[in-house]
């Protein structure tokens, strides 16, 4: 993966259904593992 988001680096995706997307994300400000970031649509698919 390695896309971000903000500033969010997107570590892997970790499900898919309905119209979401979730993702395990690393936190570049505090440089540590965040909790799932969901996104509402699958065009952010990576």
Do not use: K, N, W
């Amino acid at each position: 993966m390695g896309c971000t988001l903000g500033h969010y680096r997107i570590v892997e995706q970790i499900g898919l259904g309905g119209m979401v997307v979730v993702y395990r994300a690393h936190d570049e400000r505090v440089g540590r593992m965040m909790p799932p970031i969901f996104t509402a649509s699958r065009r952010y698919t990576m």
